[in-house]
């Protein structure tokens, strides 16, 4: 390119002042104006291995602040299986709850047991019994004999000290007094009363029902089918004799005694318990 001086010679050589020449514009590629183009439509990869960076079009310009491609979705977690249910339980009734509950037996009971058995007595576990009044029994029996052949009727429910109490009874005095003064043998006791969640007669204090430390005889059956009720007899009568005899024989095996002449409540049974007493001691009445 030629330069052009700011002077200028005439056709004579004389020296003649140009005006000052205008700077010639440099050519410059024409500029594109900037349009507002939607970025290109997303479209999810088929998979990782197909994603890659994205590619910027050469031919158009990128607005200064573009916003970050969103990442491809987490794939679904798997589908929890449903548990397999085992249809082997529907066929199995449900228990009681009492039955269900496990609880350690203490040595005593468990020892206790061993001589009921030695003595023959049938007994059978019995659910725990718990009363919001108070009663309870944490390892009671239904008793239904009371060994050496002596039937218990009907069934009772009743502690394990208590039932050793009545077998060893029955078996080291009942039999002996029947055979004395009656001439046959005990061959069963009627019971009116085991476990029984009531407080004592005229009171607020539990009954030793209420723990299934009583039993209460209503009468007495006899190898030779005669049954003695428990009631007053006429005095001298063998029958008379006989529950008197067992009754003075009671007052040690059982801490109380009642029956007959001790009240109205016991006019027709005798009452025997397993009360703890200070000292040892009993009531008999």
């Not at 050519?27 to 900037?34: Q, V």
């Not at 998979?47 to 979705?73: F, I, K, M, V």
């Amino acid at each position: 390119m030629l330069l052009v001086s700011a002077a200028a010679f005439s056709q004579d050589g004389a020296e003649v002042d140009l005006p000052e020449a205008a700077p010639v514009p440099q050519e410059l590629p024409e500029r594109e104006s900037a349009r507002e183009t939607p970025p290109p439509e997303e479209v999810e990869p088929e998979s990782d291995e197909e994603a890659g960076e994205p590619q910027a079009d050469e031919t158009q310009q990128l607005p200064e602040e573009q916003a970050a491609p969103l990442p491809s979705p987490r794939p679904a977690p798997p589908a929890t299986p449903a548990p397999i249910r085992d249809t082997a339980e529907e066929s199995v009734p449900d228990e009681p709850r009492t039955t269900r509950k496990s609880t350690t037996m203490p040595s005593e009971e468990i020892a206790c047991r061993a001589r009921l058995r030695e003595l023959g007595v049938a007994f059978e576990e019995h659910p725990p019994q718990s009363e919001p009044e108070g009663c309870e029994m944490a390892h009671p029996l239904t008793v239904s004999s009371l060994g050496g052949g002596v039937e218990l009727e009907p069934d009772a429910v009743m502690n394990c000290a208590i039932a050793e109490a009545n077998a060893r009874f029955v078996r080291d005095h009942g039999q002996a007094q029947a055979t004395r003064h009656l001439s046959s043998r005990i061959a069963a006791v009627n019971q009116v009363s085991g476990y029984v969640c009531r407080p004592r007669n005229g009171t607020r204090t539990l009954s030793e029902h209420a723990f299934g430390n009583a039993l209460d005889w209503g009468a007495v059956i006899l190898e030779d089918e005669r049954r003695l009720d428990v009631r007053a007899y006429r005095r001298g009568s063998p029958e008379a004799i006989f529950f008197a005899a067992m009754r003075k024989a009671a007052c040690g095996p059982f801490t109380t005694v009642l029956g007959p002449g001790t009240d109205a409540d016991h006019a027709d049974h005798f009452h025997f318990d397993l009360a703890e007493r200070s000292n040892g001691s009993t009531y008999c009445r």
